[in-house]
């Protein structure tokens, strides 16, 4: 019988993870549930949280997995809850696009980073089975977000200008329009 997910602590900027390089997940973790139980967790914390994304170093596992989905938005439809396992992108397209982040380890705070428009990824699912597809739009900017947390980089990092940092409130009173998404990892 399955376990029930158990809720994350979702780490704060300064905690030394977040800076950290994960590590590959090792090949035994793919027979071994305990990738299947992470990952579980991972989404029902991510979820819980309200975020669209969640990476383990996130919850202080120095691993390369996150979690992400897209809810239905525009006419889009939603992207169920997958995990990605020892991800790999690449730049398809190479056009940047600044669009609002903001991270569940920087509570309260928003900026516009810029993101290549078109990617590819590849990775493993947590069964081990092989997983590429290819993103475009919100979902290259949530995958992109998500990946550079397993290399140390924060969107903070990703800021060409500090002067559209803003609180969340702030960025909800006067910040955006309807036709901006924004990207809550």
């Known amino acids: 019988m399955p376990v029930e997910p158990r809720l994350l602590e979702v780490i704060r900027l300064g905690h030394p993870v977040l800076r950290s390089v994960a590590e590959p997940v090792p090949e035994e973790w793919f027979s071994s549930g305990r990738l299947e139980e992470l990952g579980r967790n991972l989404i029902r914390t991510m979820l819980v949280e309200e975020g669209?994304?969640?990476a383990a170093p996130q919850v202080?596992?120095?691993l390369r997995l996150f979690a992400y989905w897209l809810p239905a938005h525009r006419g889009e439809a939603e992207i169920e809850p997958t995990i990605v396992v020892n991800p790999e992108i690449r730049i398809v397209d190479s056009v940047l696009e600044e669009g609002w982040e903001g991270c569940l380890s920087i509570p309260g705070l928003r900026g516009l980073v810029p993101r290549a428009r078109r990617i590819k990824i590849r990775g493993r699912t947590?069964?081990?089975?092989?997983l590429s597809l290819t993103a475009d739009g919100f979902h290259a900017r949530v995958?992109?977000?998500?990946?550079?947390?397993?290399?140390?980089?924060?969107?903070?990092?990703?800021?060409?200008?500090?002067?559209?940092?803003?609180?969340?409130?702030?960025?909800?009173?006067?910040?955006?329009?309807d036709s901006?998404?924004?990207d809550d990892d």
Request: avoid cysteine.
């Open 143 to 177: 995958i992109q977000h998500e990946y550079d947390h397993l290399d140390g980089v924060v969107f903070l990092d990703r800021m060409t200008s500090a002067q559209s940092l803003t609180f969340e409130e702030e960025w909800q009173r006067y910040g955006v329009t």
């Open 180 to 182: 901006e998404l924004d």
């Open 60 to 62: 202080a596992e120095e």
């Open 126 to 130: 947590v069964d081990g089975g092989a």
């Open 52 to 54: 669209v994304g969640l």
